[in-house]
């Protein structure tokens, strides 16, 4: 298949569409605009899916769902901030989803009392790592550290907003956060970067 760009039948001026134009013709079931809207933000989110996800497959499995509730949904963006971040807490909350309904988050936090403090953590360690190593090691995490260090770190969620989110405790939120990140210096360690 001829890569969207690359169409003849698709004009420059279409590729130039603001995110609101965009929408309006998405909503008017244009294919080429659909095409356009998910060859502009799927790679993006393809990045937020294999933070959550264990694997590649699953992580497009979670992008695909995840775009056809935005096509499904696009009548209630409000235009309130940006396309991007209305697409990205979909594919999060997709993530998200597919987690509680796997069940395996609940296995990973049944360990609440366990508290686990780090006492030498060197946040400015991960900045050494590569883009690529990051994810591969955060890929690796068990499902509970992993969920609660990408919504926490990456996302910018509070513990509450994780606690209300994943039905979990505040404390439990704490804990899976405390835990990802001595995973993740265990692993900079074993590897030499700290």
Not at 67 to 77: A, P
Not at 154 to 172: R, W
């Amino acid at each position: 298949m001829q890569p969207f760009y690359k169409n003849k039948h698709l004009n420059t001026e279409s590729m130039k569409m603001s995110d609101e134009q965009l929408v309006k013709k998405c909503l008017e079931k244009d294919t080429l605009a659909q095409k356009h809207l998910f060859d502009v933000y799927s790679k993006k989110m393809m990045g937020v899916c294999l933070r959550y996800a264990k694997d590649s497959d699953e992580a497009q499995d979670v992008l695909q769902i995840g775009f056809i509730k935005v096509f499904e949904k696009l009548d209630t963006y409000k235009r309130e901030g940006s396309l991007e971040g209305w697409i990205r807490k979909i594919i999060v909350n997709t993530a998200l989803d597919i987690i509680r309904k796997n069940k395996k988050f609940m296995n990973d936090v049944e360990m609440e009392k366990v508290d686990y403090q780090l006492q030498n953590y060197n946040e400015d360690a991960v900045d050494v790592l590569s883009v690529q190593d990051l994810l591969s090691v955060i890929q690796k995490m068990p499902t509970g550290f992993k969920t609660v260090f990408n919504m926490y770190v990456i996302e910018g969620y509070s513990h509450q907003e994780i606690a209300d989110e994943l039905n979990i405790s505040v404390n439990t939120s704490k804990s899976q956060l405390s835990r990802a990140r001595a995973h993740l210096q265990k692993v900079l360690i074993k590897e030499k970067v700290i």
